[in-house]
């Protein structure tokens, strides 16, 4: 008859807890160094929930004017009210609930000039490369020209010949940015069309179209991907900016860009107004450049040895 042998009891030591503990904490930290997990986590709360569900998580109608409770400060400060979280403005208008709409009209705004001026660059900058000759010296020249020009001040120009609005301003970032995408996939297609199957496609009888669209394209969307999420908080300056000197978007429309614009008057007496719209487009800005230089390591071969 063999006699049961008991099962050892392992007692922790309040440093063992410790240490445990420690532990975890150094994985949490090594995921967030390794993967973009705060950058996201404030692109989710200041851009993407809000542009998403706006209507569902505002609390008030952005375009509501109550002039009853007109420049009522923030819910923690004396006066302010629970009602209005972060304050009113000169008309009354929620200062939460346009900074929840305002991230829905820069995503849009973002994501329609970055597609148009991204597609139209990178086109241009595939034909550049694999044309060469007159047609990449025609091209490039152009590029030339474009990036000469102060962005701010050719959006100026623009926008006083068309005039303010949603359209003329996704247009106007759009002509804006197809310079930076074509001169860089053209960089980047002139190395791909060196390349030995390139030659091999040639030879096979392959069409130009399909050469760059199957062979050159596909080897140089990593850069084409980095390039746009890194304009994302670029064209977030741009609208803010030309919002800001009155030839962007107009009002009521809750822009970031048109909140700060109301705000600098009153900044000392009245901070909220012009703070919390700021606040918003830093976050959102920092946190996209973030996540560009993430992305960047990640797709380039190069840095992902490193």
Known sequence: MT???????INTT??????RQRGLIGRAWSTTRQYPVIPLLILAIMLIIPAIFANLISPHDPTDVNLRDRLMPPAWQEGGSWQYVLGTDRQGFDILSRIIHGARISLSISLLAIALGGGVGTVLGL????????????????????????????????????????????????????????????????AVKQQDF???????????????????????????????????GHVIILESTLSFLGAGLVKP?????????????????AWWLFFFPTMAIVLTVLSMNLLGDWLRDRLDPKLRNV
């Open 3 to 9: 006699t049961p042998t008991a099962t050892p009891v």
């Open 14 to 19: 309040p440093a063992d807890e410790l240490y």
């Open 127 to 190: 034909l550049a490369a694999y044309g060469g000759g007159w047609v990449d010296n025609l091209i490039m020249r152009i590029v030339d020209i474009k990036l000469a020009f102060p962005s701010i001040l050719l959006a100026l120009v623009l926008v006083a010949v068309s005039g303010p609005g949603f359209q003329t301003v996704v247009l106007v970032i759009a002509l804006l940015l197809w310079a930076r995408f074509a001169r860089m996939v053209r960089g980047e297609a002139l």
């Open 198 to 232: 390139i030659a091999r496609a040639q030879v096979a009888g392959a069409s130009p179209t399909r050469i760059m669209t199957r062979h050159i394209f596909p080897n140089v969307v990593n850069t084409v991907v980095v390039l746009a999420t890194l304009e994302v």
């Open 253 to 269: 429309t809750p822009a970031w860009g048109l909140m700060v614009a109301d705000g600098r008057a009153l900044i000392v007496t």
